[in-house]
Structure formats: structure tokens, C-alpha cells
């Protein structure tokens, strides 16, 4: 079993910032791809920001400039600074990751974390 862990979450004013960390436990032998998701209210998850094990990052156009992915492998935890929010930015948030274990690839998700971005 794999459980990932969000945090960093909550309300902000326009224009400011948020980091949200998500952290990986359980049966873990490697992690290979991790990003974040996102849903707002009556919309689709979309990706957000995605973060290979060897640091290549891909960004949606809606966030590039203002968000960052990172990740630290000896931690199994994956970062997104958020500067410049922005209402539409409002979403719960979700930390996904692509694990191997001993009995394969798993797919596994976060329960998410509430951004909300409002003056």
C-alpha cells in the first residue's frame, strides 16, 4: 500500500503566495513520475505540473511563470510554490505519483488539499 499525504493548503489573497508538499509512504521501491492535479467546481481534474525523477518539470500554460514544481527523492516528497495567485487558481488540489513496489506500478493519488484564493 502507498499513501500520499497533502499539505500547505488554504485561503489567500489574491496575488499571494501558497506551498503545498505532498509526501509519500508506505510500500515504496521507487517513485518515478510526480505531479499535481487540480479540480474546481464543476470542472475536470486537469494537471497542473508533473516532475520526472531526474527533475525534467512540464507546466499547464495557465500556471507557467507563476508556479514550481520540485521534488525531493530521498524524502519521497514532491513541492508546488504557487506565487501570484490568482482567483481561478481556486481548486482542491491533488498530489499524484507513479510508484514501483514489490508487486508493481502503482497509481496513486492524494485526498487532496483546498486552495482558495479570495479577498
Known amino acids: 500500500q502507498v499513501q500520499l499525504v497533502e499539505s500547505g493548503g488554504g485561503l489567500v489573497q489574491p496575488g499571494g503566495s501558497l506551498r503545498l508538499s505532498c509526501v509519500a509512504f508506505?510500500?515504496?521501491?521507487?517513485?518515478?513520475?510526480m505531479g499535481w492535479y487540480r479540480q474546481a467546481p464543476g470542472k475536470e481534474r486537469e494537471l497542473v505540473a508533473f516532475?520526472?525523477?531526474?527533475?525534467?518539470?512540464n507546466y499547464a500554460d495557465s500556471v507557467k511563470g507563476r508556479f514550481t514544481i520540485a521534488r525531493d527523492n530521498a524524502k519521497n516528497t514532491v513541492y508546488l510554490q504557487m506565487n501570484s495567485l490568482k482567483p481561478e487558481d481556486t481548486a482542491v488540489y491533488y498530489c499524484?505519483?507513479?510508484?514501483?513496489?514489490?508487486?508493481?506500478?502503482?497509481?496513486?493519488w492524494g485526498q487532496g488539499t483546498q486552495v482558495t484564493v479570495s479577498s
Open positions: 499524484n505519483a507513479d510508484v514501483t513496489n514489490w508487486t508493481g506500478k502503482l497509481d496513486s
Open positions: 508506505g510500500s515504496i521501491l521507487r517513485i518515478n513520475d
Open positions: 516532475i520526472t525523477r531526474i527533475g525534467l518539470t
